[in-house]
């Protein structure tokens, strides 16, 4: 038997295979992703997984994601929700809102997906204009430039005890002293904030090596 190279993407195989099968309607997701020629950037299903366990692990019954794509992240999230739960993403893309739609539906969440269109920073604006409740877990994974404005908005959004997570953080930049992202930034930021404890938590994908930055909000200690 011929061992396999040590890369990340073999580990990841490992892993898939054993905690993050896609069933019909992630793989569907995939394909219509592909199909509609919307960006391969969504999360990898292991990453997929760690999402859907974190969200039973904090009980969330609400979500909020920024950056929706074709609804890939938003499904293994969605599917860890309780039969009342709400999960809440905002999409700046038409196109991509609409291929979401159609694989949420497919994976019948429907009833517990909403999907915004527009800005975030918008989105996210009105939400704390008009006092949207809290959200139990924040996934962030739009434009990276935003990120650290997304944060700004996000943290007086996510409940005591709640979520924040920062998809893309680690990369190239991390290793150069002088190197600059707008996830490097986030992390910058989120480790410098008083109320957030936080880790990053390396993640596998084909493509290599990327990070999670995990952060509970946790005021006042
Ligand atoms: N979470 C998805 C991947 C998101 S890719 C998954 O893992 O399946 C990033 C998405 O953010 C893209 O769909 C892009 O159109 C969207 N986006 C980029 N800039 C944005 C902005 N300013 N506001 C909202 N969404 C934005
Ligand atoms: C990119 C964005 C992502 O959110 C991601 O997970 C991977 C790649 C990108 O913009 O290249
Ligand atoms: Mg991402």
Known sequence: MSELEKTPGNYDLYIRALFAQEDAALQTA???MKREGLPKIHVSPSEGKLLHVLTLLTGAARILEIGTLGGYSTTWLARALPPDGKLISLEIDPHHADVARHNIERAG????????VGPANESLGRMLEE?????DLVFIDADKDGYVEYLHKAVPLTREGGLILGDNTLSDAVLDPAGDS???RYSAAVAAHPDLVSIIIPVL????????LVSVKRTGH
Request: hydrophobic share 25%.
């Open 30 to 32: 995939r394909e219509d």
């Open 109 to 116: 969440l429907t009833h517990k997906v909403e999907i915004r």
């Open 131 to 135: 006092g949207e409740p809290l959200f």
């Open 182 to 184: 707008g996830t490097k």
């Open 205 to 212: 994908r084909d493509q290599g090596l990327d990070g999670l």
